[in-house]
């Protein structure tokens, strides 16, 4: 089959695109250095709408709160519903809307994080805009990357999206109980992980009902 792929200097603004992705990593290293400065572990959230980021986010908050203090930044084009309910759970939580963008960058994260007390807080978890692609891009400045894809995503959600899985350090295969009637083999998408990173920790969860929650956790306590 014909496949067209761009080749370098065919995709347009490709200059513009460069200096801004190297700007947003400097700008992801200051912010690590505040993290540092702080002794703040910082965490990236990173999937798909629908994967189930949120939904996590909160039984970490509820499972984890007694031991650390927690912080959230949650991206979304528009609303503040995830942050509502991770605040519910426990957490310090600021709202990034990003209205049109697709995904967090590092400028905005530093404007976030100069709202929240970062002397109160142990853990900051920074949930992405629902998005496997352009996120992989722009690091924030987290120390660790969990990539969340559940199994209604489909059997190709992992080859379909290499770079995303490349730059992670834990993924997270969400939605197992409906694997079966979804038609999708998770020793194939385990597999798949393996493929593009050989090594890295793949756990299994039901987030909404906590199951494999607690295989994350023990991850980040000992991260
Ligand atoms: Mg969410
Ligand atoms: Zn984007």
Do not use: W
Request: net charge positive.
């Amino acid at each position: 089959m014909k496949i067209i792929k761009p080749k370098s200097g065919e995709i347009f603004d490709i200059e513009l695109e460069e200096s801004l992705l190297k700007k947003n990593r400097e700008l992801a290293e200051e912010n690590k250095k505040i993290f540092n400065q702080y002794d703040i572990k910082a965490i990236d959230i990173l999937g798909s709408i629908g994967s189930g980021k949120t939904t996590l986010m909160c039984q970490i908050v509820k499972k984890l709160k007694k031991d650390y203090r927690i912080g959230v930044i949650t991206g979304d084009l528009t609303t503040t519903i995830d942050a509502d309910l991770i605040k519910k759970n426990g957490a310090q939580v600021i709202q990034i809307n990003t209205g049109k963008e697709c995904h967090l960058d590092a400028k905005l994260v530093s404007e976030a994080i100069k709202n929240l007390p970062l002397k109160e807080i142990d853990l900051l978890f920074i949930e992405n805009v629902g998005n496997l692609i352009c996120p992989g891009e722009f690091p924030l400045g987290a120390h660790y990357r969990i990539v969340v894809f559940s199994c209604t995503e489909g059997p190709y959600v992992v080859i379909k999206h290499p770079y995303i899985f490349k730059e992670a350090n834990m993924v997270v295969i969400n939605k197992i109980d409906l694997a079966k009637n979804m038609k999708v083999s998770l020793t194939k998408l385990k597999r798949d992980i393996k493929k593009i990173k050989p090594f890295i920790p793949i756990i299994e969860t039901v987030a909404r009902k906590g199951k494999g929650v607690e295989k994350i956790i023990n991850f980040l306590k000992n991260a």
